[in-house]
């Protein structure tokens, strides 16, 4: 599989300073290890966590499986670490993941003007299913999110 070699860690509320460390270097908004937690003793949320050989953590992600569906909370990788088809990797294993407990569509939220996690989504055939007008709030303005999903069955 793609990816492979980088090693996946699953994630769990042990984890959540790690998380939270990650989390921070890749968003403007950081999330606290108190949201991690609470994230990850919640039923059905799931956590991968990407390194590379014995170094340190290069890439997190956060999703949550509800029914026949899953939503992507969270995903991202170090600066340092972009471009090298970690992002690409998680969402391969997530889709292989769920699909095996059932999970036939597969959501997330991306702001209209995040061109790379756009190009990763369309490129793994997550496609528009509806928008929030001025969802996020940047700093000079508000910007819409857009919903995508991908069907994984
Ligand atoms: C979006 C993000 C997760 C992508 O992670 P990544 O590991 O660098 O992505 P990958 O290497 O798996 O990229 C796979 C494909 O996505 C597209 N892509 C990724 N980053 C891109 C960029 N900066 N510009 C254009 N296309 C990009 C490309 O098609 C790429 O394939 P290629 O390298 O063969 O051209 C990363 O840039 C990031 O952490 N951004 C900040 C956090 C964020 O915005 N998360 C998404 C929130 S919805």
Redesign the pocket.
């Known amino acids: 599989m793609r990816g492979d070699k980088f090693a996946y860690v699953e994630g769990s509320a042990l984890h959540a300073e790690i998380l939270a460390a990650l989390h921070d270097s890749?968003?403007d908004v950081s999330w606290s290890i108190q949201e991690f937690q609470d994230l990850l003793t919640s039923p059905g949320v799931f956590a991968l966590i990407v390194q590379q050989g014995t170094s340190e953590p290069c890439?997190l992600v956060v999703f949550r499986a509800a029914s026949d569906e899953c939503e992507i909370l969270?995903?991202?990788?170090l600066p340092g670490?972009?471009?090298?088809?970690?992002?690409?990797?998680l969402l391969d294993r997530i889709i292989v993941q769920m699909r095996d407990i059932g999970v036939s569509r597969v959501f997330?939220?991306?702001?209209k003007d995040?061109?790379?996690?756009l190009?990763?989504y369309q490129?793994q055939g997550f496609q528009e299913v509806g928008r929030r007008r001025k969802y996020y709030k940047m700093a000079d303005g508000r910007i819409d999110a857009l919903i995508l999903a991908k069907t994984i069955f």
Do not use: D, P, Q, Y
């Open positions: 890749c968003f890439g969270t995903i991202g990788v670490w972009r471009r090298h088809k970690i992002a690409a990797s997330l939220e991306v702001a995040n061109e790379a996690a190009k990763l490129g």
